[in-house]
């Protein structure tokens, strides 16, 4: 009684005060206590009227800039209760800086490759900035492409020549060319002393230019531009599906178990939009192709988006695929110390959980 006497104390208005304070059964105080709470403590964790998103400009992010185009997170925000709430899209140079973001509170939801991903979940969990993944967003295959007439194979590569990958170590390109490395050579740092780290779009426009860099390990949709390829003698030497044994995620989405657990009805209106733009993708790729063009401003036809997309190796679902091909090789690698038992370890519970994942 005397803990339900101070909680109306410092909760209860004056009046109310002197109405219920001494003359209330102990469990109807307890209970008119409670309720105070639960009336002050519903206003703490309001949640966010803005949600501020990352993306790339890459065909991998296809959904991204849907939801972007069509407002989709904010259709869906409106639709759970969340009145007028501001959607702000950034772009970010590196993973480091956007997971930085992320883990700081600037940034809620962040996107990019399983490796990077399975990283920061790793290094993340136990503490107070925990990070699980949403969904995937597409899976492609990529190209190791060059420009070397002397390079049939990786076996071919020399002291002079020079690998783009578009982050050190852990990016998607990075860790299956250390596959390759160890499977050929049985030492995955083998091509270390070769690669340089240039985004997609640089390290494309530097093996097309004749400088110095010989070869990259590209991505959608780049590696798909077969008349600019061919016109400067570049072919491909290797898919990476050859090496991960079939269709693997390259994009997914995360965020923190922070954000997750204090905004359920944002998380949920990002996933539903998530899952809406990639319906439309698959549904229309001519639609999806003239979104991609119009909020990317990409100098490309329409019709070379639509092939792209047409293509059978891009597909774009929640559902991850092949990841721990990827966990597992970080795990014996020594990358990682932790890992999952299973895809699911690493992903919020809900939905993508029905999910056909792997």
Not at 266 to 295: C, K, M, P, S, T
Request: proline share 7%.
């Amino acid at each position: 009684m005397a803990i339900v006497a101070a909680l109306v104390a410092i909760l209860a208005p004056r009046k109310f005060k002197e109405k219920i304070s001494m003359r209330l059964k102990p469990i109807k105080g307890l209970a008119v206590a409670i309720a105070i709470l639960a009336t002050v403590s519903s206003g703490v964790h309001a949640e966010v009227n803005e949600v501020r998103l990352s993306r790339g400009l890459s065909l991998g992010f296809l959904p991204s800039i849907v939801m972007q185009d069509q407002k989709l997170v904010e259709k869906h925000a409106k639709a759970a209760g969340i009145n007028d709430p501001k959607v702000v899209w950034q772009g970010f140079i590196g993973g480091v800086a956007m997971n930085d973001a992320l883990i700081s509170g600037q940034m809620h939801f962040a996107g990019g490759g399983p490796p990077p991903f399975t990283v920061l979940w790793a290094r993340t969990q136990g503490t107070p900035h925990a990070v699980k993944a949403i969904a995937a967003l597409n899976a492609s295959p990529m190209y190791l492409l060059t420009r070397n007439p002397a390079v049939k194979s990786v076996r071919d590569f020399g002291p002079k020549d020079r690998i783009a990958v578009p982050g050190a170590k852990i990016s998607n390109q990075a860790v299956v060319l250390q596959m390759v490395a160890e499977k050929v050579f049985g030492d995955r740092g083998r091509f270390d002393p070769l690669t340089v780290v240039l985004s997609l779009p640089d390290g494309f426009t530097a093996l097309l230019s004749g400088g110095e860099l010989t070869a990259q390990f590209s991505g959608p949709p780049f590696q798909y531009q077969t008349k600019e390829l061919q016109k400067r003698g570049v072919r491909k030497i290797l898919d990476s599906e050859e090496v991960l044994g079939g269709p693997t995620t390259f994009l997914m989405m995360w965020t923190t178990n922070r954000f997750y657990e204090e905004n359920p009805k944002i998380y949920q209106a990002v996933y539903a939009a998530l899952e809406e733009a990639i319906n439309l993708i698959n549904r229309d790729h001519r639609l999806a192709a003239g979104i991609f063009l119009r909020v990317t401003k990409q100098k490309a036809e329409p019709a070379e988006i639509v092939r792209i997309l047409d293509d059978p190796g891009t597909k774009y679902g929640l559902a991850p695929q092949n990841i721990m091909k990827y966990v597992d090789f970080l795990h014996k690698s020594g990358v990682i110390k932790t890992r999952p038992a299973s895809w699911k370890d690493m992903f919020f519970p809900g939905p993508v959980h029905n999910l056909p994942g792997s």
